[in-house]
């Protein structure tokens, strides 16, 4: 898996082209498809192109389907076709299912390029924006090592597979939980974005596992959905939790000592990247084939770091 390359280095070139002159504005329409409506990261993702949008003269229309899911979101990515944009930066739901709707859109001119997910086959992207994910599952199980004093019985809620992201935060976990003899580790369950499912895999699994010691959740739902699981079997606390990203409610959890470590992302920096980069394809430029974003971890003892990498839908 790749290592963090300096994105900022890559971003301060590509902002360099943004300072154009009025007659030297991009011309050509960009398209951006999230992953799901509603979701507190691709909205501060949304926002982050947006005002980068704003500052470049660039024209933007964001569009997301109902659910995270193929089904829902190859309907999405059709109907961007037909529009024709001349760039199309989209998070794919499932990296085998968006290839061949996405080679469309490649094929009736569009550049391509991928956002905070990315595909099996990348031949025809532009490029892919996205966070080394296995390496925060890596540092999820660092951290749980940590709160449990390398002892103790954990799980893994996260995506089904097929979610690039999803997978590799797991793979991660798992790879490095190995280093710890002393913690066992009880394998993934998954709660596809359903907070109800989520609780009910953390009921079950102290029901089944009474000494169960710790649980990682590889998204925000899951995190939503183990914390009402705890609190349901009274293990708040008692079981540590570590969750992905930092939605509001993750955070809020994570002052009150539910969450005891986040793994955050920076939504806005890659939305911010989008445009960057869409700039640069405008102006018949060549990119990176991959540019990798920021990932902290952030525990509890650290409010004011949580509030730094909040994911804020500040222009919705």
Request: aromatic share 4%; glycine share 8%; proline share 5%.
């Amino acid at each position: 898996m790749m290592r963090k390359t300096v994105l900022s280095t890559l971003i301060c070139t590509l902002a360099m082209g943004l300072a154009l002159p009025a007659a030297a504005k991009p011309t050509g329409s960009v398209a951006l498809v999230l992953g799901v409506k509603g979701s507190p990261f691709y909205q501060a993702l949304q926002c982050g192109a947006q005002e980068k949008a704003k500052q470049a003269g660039l024209s933007l229309t964001v569009f997301a389907p109902d659910q995270f899911a193929a089904d829902s979101q190859i309907p999405v990515v059709n109907a961007v076709t037909a529009t024709q944009p001349a760039v199309a930066a989209i998070v794919p739901t499932d990296m085998q299912a968006l290839v061949a709707p996405m080679k469309q859109l490649a094929a009736r001119g569009a550049k391509v390029l991928t956002v905070d997910q990315t595909l099996h086959d990348t031949s025809f992207l532009a490029t892919q924006i996205i966070t080394d994910n296995e390496q925060g599952g890596k540092m999820a199980a660092q951290a749980m090592n940590r709160l449990l004093n390398g002892k103790g019985k954990v799980l893994v809620i996260t995506q089904p597979p097929g979610s690039a992201a999803q997978d590799a935060r797991e793979r991660g976990f798992a790879e490095q939980i190995k280093a710890y003899p002393g913690i066992t580790y009880l394998g993934p369950q998954y709660q596809s974005d359903d907070p109800q499912k989520a609780a009910e895999i953390v009921t079950s699994a102290l029901s089944a596992h009474p000494d169960l010691a710790g649980v990682f959740s590889t998204n925000d739902q899951g995190a939503i959905g183990a914390i009402t699981g705890l609190r349901q079997a009274g293990a708040v606390k008692r079981v540590r939790l570590v969750a992905y990203d930092a939605a509001t409610a993750e955070v809020n959890a994570l002052k009150n000592g539910t969450i005891d470590v986040l793994i955050a992302q920076n939504p806005k920096q890659e939305g911010e990247a989008v445009v960057n980069i869409a700039v640069q394809l405008l102006a018949g430029k060549t990119v990176a084939k991959t540019t990798l974003t920021d990932i902290v971890a952030i525990a509890a003892n650290e409010p004011e770091k949580a509030d730094r990498y909040e994911y804020k839908a500040d222009c919705l």
